[in-house]
C-alpha cells in the first residue's frame, strides 16, 4: 500500500506531572510523575497516559475530519499500535476540533477515481472497521460535534457513546440521502446498537438525528454538556477499567464475532460489490450532486 510509506509517526515521551508535599516541619518532594506517552502522525494525535492505561486518539483532518484513504491508514495504523501495547486498555476516540467529530468518508475519495482507487480505498474503510469493532480494548467514543455516515460507524463501533448536549450537533447513516446503500456491515453494527426496527427506518430514510434525539433512540449512551464530553469520557472508561480485561474482552468477542466473521468471509465480494456500485454512471452523478449541494448550502 502507497498510502503506508506516507505515514509519518514518533514516540514522544514526556513527564508531565510533578508536585511537592509539605509535612509538618519538614519539606517532603515527593515527585507524582504520570508518563504520558504522546505518539502522533499527520493526522491523528494520540497521548496514552501510562498510569491509567488510557490513549485519547484526536482526529485531526481539517476541515471536516473525513475519512481519506491516508487518514484511514493512518487511523488502523495507530489503532494497531495501541492494540499491541500492553500497557493501553482504553481507547476515547474523539475530534481535535469541536462542532465536527468526522464528517464519515470523504466523498472525494469516491468520485472520478479509478476502479484500482476505489478498491484500495475499501479495503481501507473495512480495515478501519475491523480494527475498531474488533478491538480488545475499552473503546469510547466522545462525540464532540456532527458524526454523518462514516463518522456515525466509528462511533458506534465504540463500547459506549457520550455526545455533546447540542441539538445543532446530529449522528446518523445518511447515505441514502447521498444516493447511496449502507453495506451490511454499516447495518449490523447500528442494528447491533439500536435494534432492527429503528435501523431499518433510520437507514431507508437516511436519518441524521439531533442530539437529544440520538439518546431516545439509544443511538448514543449519554449527553453531558460540551465541556464535560472528555471528562466523562474519561470517568466512564476508568468505570469500565475496573472489570477484569480478560473477561471483558471475551464477552465483547462473544457479542460482536458473528458480525466481523461475516465481513472476514465476505471482504473480496464486498469490495468488488462496492466498486461495480462506486463506478456507476447514475451513482457519481448523484455524489458531484450532494458536493454540489453542500457547496450551495455554505454559500
Ligand atoms: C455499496 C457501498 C456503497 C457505499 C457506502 C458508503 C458508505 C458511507 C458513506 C459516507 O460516509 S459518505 C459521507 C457522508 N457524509 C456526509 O454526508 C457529510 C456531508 N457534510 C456535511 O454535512 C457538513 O459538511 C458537515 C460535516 C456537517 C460540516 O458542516 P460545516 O458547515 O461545518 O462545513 P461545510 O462547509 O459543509 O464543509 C467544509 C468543507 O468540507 C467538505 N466536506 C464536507 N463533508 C465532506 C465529506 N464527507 N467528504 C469530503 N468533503 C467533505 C465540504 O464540501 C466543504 O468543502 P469546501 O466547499 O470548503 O471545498
Not at 485519547?56 to 488502523?76: A, G, I, Q, R, Y
Not at 499491541?84 to 468526522?102: H, N, Q
Not at 472520478?112 to 473503546?139: C, D, I, P
Amino acid at each position: 500500500m502507497a498510502a503506508l510509506g506516507a505515514l509519518r509517526s514518533c514516540w514522544a515521551p514526556a513527564r508531565l506531572l510533578t508536585g511537592s508535599a509539605h509535612h509538618s516541619n519538614r519539606l517532603v518532594l515527593c515527585q507524582q510523575t504520570s508518563i504520558k506517552r504522546h505518539f502522533s502522525n499527520n493526522k491523528i494525535l494520540v497521548e496514552l497516559d501510562e498510569a491509567t492505561g488510557v490513549a485519547v486518539m484526536k482526529m485531526k483532518n481539517p476541515p471536516v475530519n473525513s475519512l481519506s484513504l491516508d487518514f484511514l491508514t493512518e487511523f488502523s495504523i495507530t489503532l494497531e499500535k495501541l492494540e499491541m501495547d500492553r500497557g493501553c486498555r482504553g481507547l476515547i476516540l474523539t475530534s481535535a476540533s469541536p462542532k465536527i467529530f468526522s464528517a464519515g468518508l470523504d466523498i472525494m475519495e469516491m468520485c472520478g477515481k479509478s476502479a484500482e482507487h476505489y478498491g484500495e480505498f475499501w479495503r481501507a474503510v473495512q480495515e478501519m472497521w475491523l480494527k475498531l469493532y474488533g478491538s480488545n480494548m475499552v473503546t469510547i467514543a466522545a462525540i464532540n460535534g456532527s458524526s454523518p455516515a462514516g463518522g456515525c460507524l466509528m462511533a458506534l463501533c465504540c463500547d459506549y457513546r457520550i455526545m455533546a448536549d447540542n441539538p445543532k450537533y446530529a449522528i446518523g447513516l445518511n447515505e441514502t440521502q447521498l444516493g447511496i446503500v449502507a453495506p451490511f456491515w454499516f447495518k449490523d453494527t447500528m442494528s447491533n446498537v439500536v435494534g432492527n426496527r429503528v435501523t431499518e427506518q433510520a437507514l431507508q430514510l437516511g436519518q441524521m438525528f439531533p442530539a437529544p434525539e440520538a439518546l431516545k433512540f439509544g443511538l448514543v449512551d449519554q449527553l453531558v454538556p460540551e465541556e464535560k464530553v472528555q471528562s466523562t469520557a474519561a470517568s466512564v472508561m476508568a468505570q469500565w477499567l475496573t472489570v477484569p480485561d480478560h473477561a471483558r474482552q471475551i464477552t465483547k468477542s462473544m457479542m460482536r464475532k458473528q458480525t466481523t466473521d461475516k465481513l472476514v468471509n465476505n471482504r473480496e465480494a464486498d469490495i468488488k460489490n462496492f466498486v461495480s456500485f462506486i463506478t456507476r454512471d447514475s451513482i457519481q452523478k448523484s455524489l458531484q450532486v450532494y458536493m454540489e449541494r453542500l457547496r450551495q448550502r455554505k454559500q
